[in-house]
């Protein structure tokens, strides 16, 4: 009867361990935070020059910001602002005032950044933006605004 109880001990244990290896404990997403004002977080550059996006419509609290074309991206992840690598950018102009679908690609480590601004333009602020991180098989989505991108306006 013992010999019984501790195989069904052992057994139980065991499947445990296998699902929470599973269930990726070290795949797990990072979290997205407003960016730190106490660490690095871009390339200095302010007005036309910038992509800051926001959770919050005509909000300050920027979680991500990059230089026009992409580069010099930085996010924070995991309470830490981490700068990240373009691999990608597609721009899709739709008229002759620089007015463009924009997607960018960028990763940290393992996790995989896809940025969409469906409505890029200098000029508007406020426009719907979709964030995604992924990692070995996990996907989270954050929806977004962008900010305004002008110090003129």
Known sequence: MTLKIITTLVLAELCIVICCAQSGGGSQ????????????????????DNHPL??????????FDSHDDGRDAWMNLDGKNVRLTLLRSVLVYT??????????????????????LPFYSDYTNSVPATVRLRRDGSMRTYKAFVAAQCDAL
């Open 95 to 116: 008229d002759e005032f620089g007015t463009a679908n924009a997607t960018y690609e960028y990763r940290d480590k393992r996790t995989m950044i896809t940025v969409k």
């Open 54 to 63: 926001t959770f919050h419509k005509d909000g300050d609290d920027y979680f």
């Open 29 to 48: 997403l990072p979290r997205v935070r407003r960016l730190r004002s106490d660490q690095p977080a871009s390339s200095g550059k302010d007005g036309c």
